[in-house]
């Protein structure tokens, strides 16, 4: 886990990336499918879900609110022709099918216990339309200050416009944001805002981390 530790007392709002933070991380199911086309993880990763850089790989477009996601399969398969890989036609329906994942309890208790304490709270996520439903029955939305979605905005991390979008909707300056999340890239382009950050590689540890900025 890395930090970037600017004065705590800026702090006033925290955001939550969803998947790795808030939810256990997809890699299961990433897991699976690379086995299932002999495979390694960065290689499905990539052919699934596009690059670390954000562009027009169709799950980035989806998340950005230009694709369904019921075309995003259809849209894969020259991504996976450059790893010499034919897909079945139903990868994305098994890294989206319910029960993949697990709510880390600890984590959205942290978040009501700072909405309590006063501080802003944001979610922060990559994620599609036809997803919102999904969210709602996984999380308290009451929680969150602001909830920022990819799709909604038109921008998705780690591009900066939803960056902007983030700081705008909690009413904060970028050097009072806190942000958790689990991709590197995403972490990076907050640090370049001036946000503070919890790079998360264990969510129950990035939950002390939290009030090591806030309580310093």
Not at 81 to 93: F, P, T, Y
Not at 152 to 164: D, H, L, M, N, T
């Amino acid at each position: 886990m890395s930090m970037a530790t600017p004065p705590k007392s800026l702090i006033s709002a925290v955001v939550f990336d969803f998947g790795g933070v808030l939810i256990t991380s997809i890699t299961n199911q990433l897991s699976k499918l690379a086995e299932r086309h002999a495979t390694d993880v960065p290689t499905m990763l990539t052919i699934m879900l596009g690059p670390h850089e954000s562009g027009d790989h169709p799950w980035h477009r989806a998340e950005r609110g230009e694709l369904a996601v019921a075309v995003i399969q259809a849209a894969l398969q020259p991504w996976a022709a450059e790893h010499n890989i034919s897909l079945h036609g139903d990868e994305i329906e098994a890294l989206m099918t319910p029960g993949q994942y697990t709510v880390i309890a600890p984590m959205l208790d942290k978040v009501s216990e700072l909405k309590r304490r006063g501080l802003k709270t944001g979610l922060l996520t990559n994620t599609f339309a036809e997803f919102r439903p999904t969210m709602e029955q996984d999380l308290r939305f009451e929680d969150f200050t602001a909830v920022i979605e990819s799709f909604a905005v038109g921008s998705r991390k780690p591009e900066p416009g939803i960056y902007q979008a983030t700081a705008d909707l909690l009413g904060v300056s970028h050097e009072e944001i806190l942000y958790l999340d689990d991709f590197p890239q995403n972490i990076h382009m907050a640090q370049s805002f001036g946000w503070s950050t919890i790079h998360v590689s264990d969510p129950l540890a990035a939950i002390s981390e939290i009030d090591r900025f806030l309580d310093n």
